[in-house]
C-alpha cells in the first residue's frame, strides 16, 4: 500500500523535528522506525531529510508511506463486500451476518479478511489485513479496515481513547424495564473456555453499556458502548435479564431468528488523517426487520 501525505508547517508550529510533529499528527514510534527504514520516505520542501532535522513555518512536509508486505496467512477468496465508505486511508464495510472478521483453523477462507485480500489483490495492491472495530461472527454491521500502517495507528489509538463512537440495534424477547439505562459489570473469561465471557466483579476489566428501549414486544434496543470488550452487550443484556434472542452462545432462543440480533448500525469518528467528522448508518438487515 503507498500512500504520500502532505503537511503544511504553520510559524505557530515552534519548531519542531520532524519526529516529534508526526507524534503530534497521531504517528507512533513503531511508525516512525517503520518510515525510516522505507527509501525517501521523509521529504521536506521535496528534499529528503531525517526525522531528527527541525521544520520550520512555511515548509511543506511530505510523508511517502511505501508498505511492500501483505498478509501472507490470509489467502485472497472473493466474497461480496458491500462498502459504504472508501478512501486512500481506510474502508467502512457492512459486514453480513454468518462472516466471521478473520480466518481461523477450521474455516482459512470464509472471512471478511479473505474477502478484501481479493479486493486488493485485484488492484495489484500490497494490503496488511488491520480490522479496527471488531464485529462478532454472527453480528452484522459497520466495521473499519485502515488501509496502511498509519491510519491503523491512528484509529487503534482512537479506539483506546474512545473517540469512535459505535451505535448498535439489539432485540431481546419481552419488555426490557427499566426502558433506559447503563450497564456496568466488568468482564472476563469464563473457567474453562477460551471464546466465553461472564461478569467477573472481582477480575474481570471495566465494561460499560447504555441502552435504550425503542419499540416493545420483543424490545429494539438502542446501545452504545463506553468499552470495547468482547461480547460485551450479549453479556450485559443477559446479565439486565433480557439476553438478546438468537444468541447460541449465551442465549439460544432461535425461534425468530438464527443468530444473535445485534447489528452495528452507527458509527461517528473523525479522519484519522484529515480530521475531518465521519459518521456513518445502515439500516437492520432483513433477519432483524422481519
Not at 511492500?68 to 461480496?80: D, F, L, Q
Not at 489485513?129 to 454491521?141: A, E, K, Q
Not at 495507528?153 to 424495564?177: D, P, Q
Amino acid at each position: 500500500m503507498e500512500r504520500i501525505l502532505h503537511y503544511e508547517i504553520k510559524a505557530s508550529d515552534d519548531s519542531p523535528t520532524v519526529a516529534c510533529f508526526l507524534k503530534r499528527q497521531g504517528y507512533s514510534s513503531a511508525n516512525l522506525t517503520d518510515l525510516k527504514k522505507m527509501p525517501e520516505s521523509i521529504l521536506i520542501n521535496g528534499t529528503p531529510s531525517y526525522m531528527i532535522r527541525h521544520l520550520q513555518g512555511g515548509d511543506r512536509l511530505t510523508v511517502h508511506i511505501q508498505e511492500t508486505a501483505v498478509s501472507e496467512k490470509i489467502p485472497p477468496v472473493y466474497h461480496p463486500l458491500d462498502i459504504v465508505y472508501e478512501d486512500e486511508d481506510l474502508i467502512v464495510i457492512n459486514k453480513p451476518a454468518d462472516l466471521p472478521i478473520h480466518p481461523s483453523m477450521r474455516n482459512y477462507t470464509h472471512s471478511l479478511a479473505n474477502g478484501l485480500a481479493w479486493y486488493f489483490a485485484q488492484k495489484d495492491c500490497p494490503f496488511v489485513f488491520r480490522c479496527i472495530n471488531r464485529l462478532d461472527h454472527n453480528t452484522s454491521g459497520l466495521t473499519i479496515i485502515a488501509k496502511h500502517l498509519v491510519s491503523g495507528s491512528i484509529l487503534a489509538t482512537m479506539v483506546r481513547n474512545r473517540e469512535i463512537h459505535r451505535e448498535y440495534l439489539g432485540i431481546s424477547r419481552g419488555r426490557v424495564t427499566p426502558s433506559s439505562g447503563t450497564i456496568t459489570a466488568p468482564l472476563g473469561r469464563k473457567d474453562g473456555s477460551i471464546i466465553e465471557r461472564t461478569i467477573d466483579f472481582e477480575h474481570g476489566e471495566s465494561a460499560i453499556t447504555h441502552y435504550e428501549v425503542l419499540e416493545e414486544k420483543h424490545s429494539l434496543i438502542r446501545l452504545t458502548l463506553e468499552t470495547g470488550r468482547t461480547h460485551q452487550i450479549r453479556i450485559h443484556m443477559k446479565y439486565l435479564g433480557y439476553p438478546l434472542i438468537g444468541d447460541s452462545l449465551y442465549n439460544p432462543d432461535m425461534e425468530w431468528i438464527s443468530r444473535q440480533a445485534l447489528h452495528a448500525t452507527r458509527l461517528r469518528f473523525h479522519h484519522p488523517i484529515t480530521k475531518e467528522p465521519l459518521e456513518f448508518h445502515v439500516p437492520l438487515p432483513q433477519d432483524m426487520q422481519n
